[in-house]
C-alpha cells in the first residue's frame, strides 16, 4: 500500500529518507522523500492532481510513481535497492528493483512535461538508469562510463529532461546490465500526449507491464545472474500464473495494452476472443495506413507493443505468451517424452525398491497439475491454477481478460468467473458415435524413392536433452 503521510504531492513531506552522507550536492537541499511499495497487487490507476490531466495507466501487479510539483517540474525519487517480491503466493523471490518492488513504479508524464529524477543507490554496486525511447541530452540517456559517471552505493544522482515525445517507454541500469536486468530491475514509463493526437486513440482502460524473466532453481530465491537463455520463470511485471491478476473491463470498452519486452527472448502474446491492433511501438505511435489486425504480436527483445481493441465480447478470455514453455513454471526438464509409453512393468520393479516411485508423461503432462507431490519450499507447481471447470494447466505468461457488461467504469476489481448464457458452453456428446472414416493411403511424397526400404521401421530415436532449465 502506498502510505498516505509518502503520497507527496504538493507542499510538505520533504523528509529526506536518505542519509545525508547518501545525498550528492544536487539533491541536498530538498530531496523528495521516495514513495515505497510493499506489495505485489494491481494498485489503482494514479489520477494526476497536479500539472496538465490525462488518463492515467494501470500497471499490471504494479502502482504509479507520485510525484512532487517544483515550480514546474515533476519530481520522481527512485531508490535502486534488494526487494523481495513474491512472484506468486507461496514463492517469494531476493530481487533487485526500485522503491520496494521488481519491477519499479511506472513513471506517468504528459508530452512536453519537465521531469526531475533523483535516483539513489541503496545496491551493493554501482547503478545508472537509462531512459529507453526517450528523446533527451546525450548526458542523461544513463550509459554509465558513457553518458555519465555511474551512480555508487549510497549516492544519489538527477536526471532532468523534457518529456519531448508521447508514447511507451521503460527505463533500466545501464550498469552492470546483465546482473542487474537478471535481478529484476526495470520499470514502465508512459508519456500522455499533450493535446489530442491523431495517431493515439482515447481509450477507456489503459493497462501496462512489462515481460522479465528469471532462473531460480525451485527452493531457492536468488536468481542465478549467469544464465544465458534457459530462464525458468517467465514473468509479467516480475509475477507468474497463477500470481497475475486478471485485466478486467467493462464491456464494449476501449482497452489498450503496453507491454515491453526485457527479457532474453521474443514473445509472441497471444489474446483470445478479439483482434486487436499494434498502434504504437517504442518508437511512437504507428501510421493508420501500418496496422491491420492481429490475435497475437511478437515483442523481440528490448521492443515495447501498445496494442488497441474494442472489448465486445462477454467472457472470461485467456491472454497470454504463445510459447508454450512460457505458460509453465520451473521444473528441471531432463525428461524424455514418454507418451504413449506403457512402463508399467518398469514401475512395478521400481515401486519394489523406491515405494514412492512415480510414472510421470506417461499420458501427456496434464497430470502434473493436480499432482500431489510435495514441492520443495519457496516454488511454485510447474502447471496449475484451478477454472470453473477443473484445472486450466499453465503457469509463467498467463492471464485472464474478463469482459462484463455490468463492470463499472473505473472498476478494476475481479468480477469472479464468468456465468456462461445457457447452451453456450462445449459438451459433451453422449450419443451413438459413427465409425471414424479413415484414409487407407499412408501419406504422399513429391517423389517415389528410387529404393524402396527394405521394411518400413518404427522411428525409436531419442533426442539428447541437455536443456537443464526450461
Ligand atoms: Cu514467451
Redesign the pocket.
Known sequence: MISRRSFFQGAGALTAAVSAAAVSRVAMAALPEPVMQSKPDTMPPLVPNSGRPYNPVVTLNGWTLPWRMNQGVKEFHLVAEPVVRELAPGMNAHLWGYNGQSPGPTIEVVEGDRVRIFVTNKLPEHTSIHWHGQRLPNGMDGVAGLNQPSIKPGKTFVYEFVARRPGTFMYHPHADEMTQMAMGMMGFWVTHPKVKHPLIDEVDRDFCFL?NAFDIDPGAATPKIMTMLDFNL?CWNSRIFPGIDSLNVRKNDKVRLRIGNL?M?????HLHGHEFMVTGTDGGPTSKTSRWPEVTTDIAVGQMRQVDFLADEEGDWAFH???S???MNAMGHDVPTMIGVDHRQVAKQITKLVPDYMVMGERGMADMGEMEMPLPDNTVPMMTGKGPFGGVEMG??FSILKVRKDQKPGDYSDPGWYKHPRGEVAFEWTGALPEPARFASEGGQSMPRQQAPRKTTEVTVRKPTGHSGH
Not at 265 to 269: A, D, R
Open positions: 515481460l517467465w527479457t527472448t521474443n514473445h509472441p502474446i505468451c504463445h510459447k514453455h512460457h505458460t509463467g505468461m
